[in-house]
């Protein structure tokens, strides 16, 4: 147990409402504990309502920086000092670093995303893509797929059609990218968009725990062995989804490396150090499996 009666300890933290099971904390402690600096991570559950006092109670308070997940990414970029060019174009913060008082969002998602689709890129370029989803993962998604992947086509599908075409117009507006097209989360939909898409990525909540049986796509048929699957999922590490694309032959990625790489560059945002990945995840995999 480290010391942190020191002056010199660093808080850091996630807000989120509800917070749910999330394994930033133990990432975060862990390359505290790695690396022998003095910082503290901790889950702060703020509601919509209270989300200005909590930041005002950060700058009161001295908090370092903290990682902001749902309902609050797109909420708090108003109440920022400074976004970051790349928060600013995804619509999105997932880090908040305060700087002797000063605010400022960025959004380490989309480094994330690069660390998990480099391996796959001479197969993304020129190919269609769909993502599922249109949330804040699905923004940092379809913005690094235009900014990094050029794919020959984006395909945002999404429960709500209406928030699939506001994704769409958003980038329309924000790039020269001009070959996304909005669809409805529907199976039959989903089968058209999926055989038409190299990557398939999934950026919802769906397959996430306590719903681990859940899955956007059940029929075998969905996908083929030059097809490519990233579930930004985390929790379970093997989703009902990765499971059917490598039942089906594709190439499955989870959402680890994503986790691992937009954590290591908050960290690196809010304490100039870098995180000691594969330590980390080597922890993490004995801590899940330990099933603590
Ligand atoms: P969000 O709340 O902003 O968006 C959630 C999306 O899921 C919305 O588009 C919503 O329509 C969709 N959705 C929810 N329930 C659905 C259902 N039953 N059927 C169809 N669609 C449904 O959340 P987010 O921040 O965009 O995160 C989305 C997912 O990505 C989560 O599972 C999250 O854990 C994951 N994520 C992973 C990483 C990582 O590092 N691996 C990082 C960010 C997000």
């Known amino acids: 147990m480290k010391d942190y009666f020191f002056t010199d300890a660093r808080l850091l933290g996630l807000i989120g409402h509800p917070i749910k099971h999330t394994f930033s904390p133990f990432i975060h402690n862990k390359t505290s504990e790695l690396l022998g600096d003095n910082t503290l991570y901790l889950p702060f559950d703020v509601a919509p309502s209270n989300l200005k006092d909590a930041l005002a109670g950060f700058v009161a ?7 902001v997940t749902t309902p609050h990414k797109e909420a708090i970029i108003p109440l920022l000092h400074y976004v970051s060019e790349e928060a600013g174009a995804i619509g999105s913060v997932n880090t908040v670093v305060n700087e002797v008082g000063k605010l400022s969002g960025h959004n380490t998602d989309s480094a994330g995303i690069i660390e ?8 993304i370029v020129g190919n269609g893509a769909v993502v599922v989803g249109a949330g ?7 913005y690094t797929l235009i900014r990094r992947f050029n794919p020959s086509r984006i395909f945002i599908v999404n429960r709500t059609k209406q928030r699939a075409e506001y994704l769409k117009d958003h980038f329309a507006a924000s790039s020269d990218f001009d070959r996304i097209e909005a669809r409805e989360l529907t199976p039959p939909d ?6 038409e898409s190299k990557l398939i990525v999934n950026a919802t ?9 859940d899955a956007v796509m059940f029929r075998e048929e969905a996908f083929d062995e030059d ?3 990233f579930d930004m999922v985390y929790n379970p590490l093997n989703t009902k989804l990765t499971q059917l694309a490598e ?24 304490t100039g150090a870098k995180m000691p990945v594969a330590e980390v995840e080597t922890a993490l995999k004995e801590r899940l499996a330990s099933g603590a």
């Open 227 to 229: 097809q490519i699957v």
């Open 116 to 123: 998990s689709l480099e391996p796959y890129r001479s197969e």
């Open 205 to 213: 909540t769906v397959g996430m725990w306590p719903h681990a049986d």
């Open 190 to 195: 989903l089968l058209d968009v999926f055989a």
């Open 61 to 67: 308070l001295g908090v370092r920086g903290v990682n």
């Open 247 to 270: 039942r089906s032959g594709a190439r499955a990625i989870n959402g680890l490396p994503m986790l691992l790489a937009q954590a290591a560059k908050s960290y690196e945002l809010w």
């Open 136 to 142: 804040g993962a699905a923004r940092a998604a379809v």
